[in-house]
């Protein structure tokens, strides 16, 4: 149980597209989930913090606007990085919080690459 | 806001042998997990300890909340066990440490 998916696993864009990743919980519905960033060798940051009909919170110096957060749905939420750039890339990881507790369960990641 | 400590940050280890990964906090949390991240990327669950002991086959973990710190050992270790290691505590959000990035030689 408690499985999050994560598509796609890895995208390729050109600078100034956008890209959306999704992030699913599979078998189970989680009101909050969450979006993090990773660089190489590096630990996880948070990104922001997604609740289900509402809007999502965002973690200081986190741009609202280039990063698009809809949570829809209690199975369903996505990240939109709008006008990407080089800088963007970055590992993204997503987590649903589990029922009833505070353990976060993780999505295997999605590998943007913008050039 | 929280700042969570892993030590040590690297940790070379012969196939078999035991080891304790440390992880402190400087506030109280309301929860701790730990997590192995593999080499593809993805965080697997080790545990969800936010006090107390538990076991799960060669690894298990303590959590001493009054005292703000957790331990992860992993005894017998396997070539599999390599990766990265983060503890995280939550205070509100989820907060990750630096992580230990472990390495079984066989």
């Known amino acids: 149980g408690a499985v999050v998916s994560q598509h796609p696993s890895r995208v390729i864009c050109k600078s100034g597209t956008s890209v959306k990743i999704e992030c699913r919980s599979l078998?189970?519905?989680?009101?909050?989930m969450f979006w993090y960033r990773q660089f190489p060798k590096q630990s996880l940051m948070l990104m922001a913090t997604s609740n289900e009909g509402s809007k999502a919170t965002y973690e200081q110096g986190v741009e609202k606007d280039k990063f698009l957060i809809n949570h829809a749905s209690l199975t369903l939420s996505t990240l939109t990085v709008t006008s990407a750039h080089p800088e963007d890339s970055s590992f993204y990881i997503c987590?649903?919080?589990?029922?009833?507790?505070?353990?976060?369960?993780f999505g295997p990641g999605t590998r943007l690459t913008v050039t | 806001g929280i700042q969570v400590e892993q030590s040590p940050p690297d940790l070379i280890l012969q196939e078999g042998a035991n080891s304790t990964l440390r992880c402190n906090f400087s506030?109280?949390?309301?929860?701790l997990q730990w997590f192995h991240q593999n080499p593809w990327g993805q965080l697997i669950n080790l545990f969800y300890?936010?006090?107390g002991t538990k076991q799960n086959g060669r690894l298990s973990a303590t959590t001493v909340a009054t005292e703000r710190y957790s331990l992860l050992y992993i005894s017998s270790s396997q070539t599999t066990d390599s990766g990265v290691y983060f503890c995280?505590?939550?205070?509100?959000?989820?907060?990750f440490g630096q992580g230990t990035e472990l390495s079984v030689k066989p």
């Open positions: 987590s649903a919080e589990g029922q009833g507790s505070y353990e976060q369960y």
């Open positions: 300890i936010p006090s």
């Open positions: 995280a505590g939550q205070g509100g959000k989820l907060i």
């Open positions: 078998d189970f519905q989680a009101t909050t």
């Open positions: 506030d109280s949390v309301n929860n």
